[in-house]
C-alpha cells in the first residue's frame, strides 16, 4: 500500500505553469529585444555560437527538477507490514431507499439529498464500528459490503441517486433480507438502520423484520418525509419539468407511511423516529446505538510505512547534474548537422 505523507504539498505543482508562463513571455520579450539590433540572418553571423533551443531544454530539465523535489516533500511511503488491530464496535447496516418517491421536497433540499447528508455526518461519528450500505427501490443491491473504511463509505454515499436501481418500486423486506445477510456469520452485535419514505410495493416487510429480530438483529427506521406529502419531481437532465403524474393526469402525492415503519421498529426491538426539515433523525438513532453493546472487531491494516522521498530526491539531483551539462551555446559536435542546427 503506498500514501503520501505530505500531500499538501501538491500545491506546488502549480507553481509549473505559472513559471512556465513567465518563461514564454521572457523569451518573447528576448526575441523582440533582438529583432531591435538587427535581421535574423545578421545577428546569426554577430552571434553564431547562440543556440535558440538550449534555453528551452534548460528550462525544461528545472522544471523537471522542481517536479521531483515536489514529489520528495510529498514524501511516498509504503507498507511494509500488514497487522491485526482489534476495536470495539458494532456492526451497522444503512438500508437507503433510492427510490423516484425520495425526490420529494417536503424535507430540504429533498428526501434521498438529507438523507445522504445525515448518513455521511454519522459515519463521522463512527469509531471502532463497522458499516455497509444497501440501497433499494423496487429491488435491493448492496452498495458497500460491511467494513471499516470510513473514507470508502462516505464516498458511496456521495454517489447514490434515484438513477442506480432501475426498477421502480420500494422493496423494504429485500432491503432488510439482503442487509441481515450481509452481516455474515459474525457473532458482534448487530442493527439495522432503514431510510426510507415507508411506501412499501413489495409486501414481507414484517416477516422479513422478524427473521431479522430473530438473528439478534436490531431494526431502527426513519421516516422520510412529511404527513401531508410531497408532489414527486419529474427531471429532463438537470432540469425539473414538472410532477409526476397518474393515469388520470392527476399529480401524484408521495406521503409517509408511519404506520409501516413504526412496525418494522417495533418486531425489530429498535425505534422510529421521523425526520423534519430541522433533525434527519440520525442523530437520535445514534444516541440509542451508543447504548448497544460493543464488541471486539478485527480489522487488518498497514503499519510500519517506510519513505521513499530519496528516490526522488535523487532523480532530481541527478537532473540538476546533466543540466550542468547543457551550455547556452550551441554543441559543436551537432551544430553543423541541419536538423539540429539551433542546438
Same mark, same amino acid.
Given at each position: 500500500m503506498f500514501r503520501f505523507a505530505h500531500s499538501v504539498f501538491f500545491l506546488a505543482f502549480l507553481l509549473i505553469p505559472l513559471i512556465s508562463a513567465v518563461f514564454v513571455v521572457? /523569451?518573447?520579450?528576448?526575441?523582440?529585444? /533582438?529583432?531591435?539590433?538587427?535581421?535574423? =540572418?545578421l545577428l546569426k553571423i554577430l552571434a553564431p555560437e547562440s543556440s535558440t533551443?538550449?534555453?528551452?531544454?534548460?528550462?525544461?530539465?528545472? =522544471?523537471?527538477?522542481?517536479?521531483? /523535489?515536489? /514529489?520528495?516533500?510529498?514524501?511516498?511511503?509504503?507498507?511494509?507490514?500488514?497487522?491485526?488491530?482489534?476495536?470495539?464496535?458494532?456492526?451497522?447496516m444503512i438500508c437507503l431507499d433510492v427510490s423516484n418517491s425520495m425526490l420529494a421536497q417536503d424535507i430540504r433540499p429533498y428526501r434521498l439529498e438529507r438523507a445522504k447528508q445525515a448518513i455521511s455526518k454519522l459515519i463521522d461519528k463512527l469509531e471502532g464500528d463497522r458499516i455497509g450500505l444497501i440501497v433499494f427501490a423496487g429491488k435491493a443491491y448492496t452498495q458497500l459490503p460491511i467494513t471499516t473504511d470510513y473514507a470508502a463509505a462516505k464516498l458511496f454515499v456521495s454517489t447514490v441517486n434515484t438513477g442506480m436501481v432501475p426498477t421502480q418500486g420500494t422493496a423494504i423486506g429485500d432491503a432488510i433480507k439482503?442487509?441481515?445477510?450481509?452481516?455474515?456469520? @459474525?457473532?458482534?452485535?448487530?442493527?439495522?438502520?432503514?431510510? @426510507?419514505?415507508?411506501?412499501?410495493?413489495?409486501?414481507?416487510?414484517?416477516?422479513?423484520?422478524?427473521a431479522a429480530s430473530k438473528a439478534g438483529i436490531i431494526l431502527y427506521t426513519i421516516g422520510m418525509g412529511l404527513t401531508e406529502g410531497a408532489p414527486i419531481p419529474v427531471f429532463q437532465g438537470d432540469v425539473q419539468t414538472g410532477y409526476k403524474k397518474d393515469r388520470d393526469g392527476n399529480t401524484i402525492i408521495s406521503k409517509l407511511d408511519e404506520t409501516t415503519l413504526k412496525q418494522i421498529a417495533n418486531v425489530g426491538k429498535g425505534?422510529?423516529?421521523?425526520?423534519?426539515? =430541522?433533525?434527519?433523525?440520525?442523530? @437520535?438513532?445514534?444516541?440509542?446505538?451508543?447504548?448497544?453493546?460493543?464488541?471486539?472487531?478485527?480489522?487488518?491494516? *498497514?503499519?510500519? *510505512?517506510?519513505?521513499?522521498?530519496?528516490?526522488?530526491a535523487g532523480l532530481a539531483l541527478i537532473i540538476l547534474v546533466l543540466d550542468l551539462f547543457v551550455f547556452e551555446r550551441k554543441t559543436k559536435w551537432i551544430r553543423n548537422i541541419k536538423v539540429f542546427g539551433d542546438f
Open positions: 521572457f /523569451m518573447i520579450r528576448r526575441k523582440k529585444a /533582438m529583432e531591435k539590433y538587427g535581421e535574423k =540572418s533551443a538550449k534555453p528551452i531544454i534548460k528550462f525544461i530539465l528545472y =522544471s523537471l527538477a522542481l517536479a521531483a /523535489m515536489i /514529489m520528495a516533500l510529498a514524501d511516498l511511503q509504503s507498507g511494509s507490514k500488514i497487522e491485526k488491530v482489534k476495536r470495539k464496535g458494532i456492526d451497522l439482503l442487509a441481515a445477510a450481509g452481516f455474515g456469520e @459474525t457473532k458482534h452485535n448487530k442493527a439495522i438502520v432503514l431510510i @426510507t419514505d415507508g411506501e412499501d410495493h413489495e409486501g414481507q416487510v414484517l416477516e422479513q423484520a422478524e425505534m422510529y423516529v421521523r425526520a423534519s426539515n =430541522s433533525d434527519a433523525g440520525l442523530n @437520535t438513532v445514534f444516541d440509542d446505538l451508543e447504548k448497544i453493546e460493543k464488541s471486539d472487531i478485527e480489522s487488518k491494516q *498497514f503499519s510500519d *510505512f517506510e519513505s521513499r522521498f530519496q528516490y526522488f
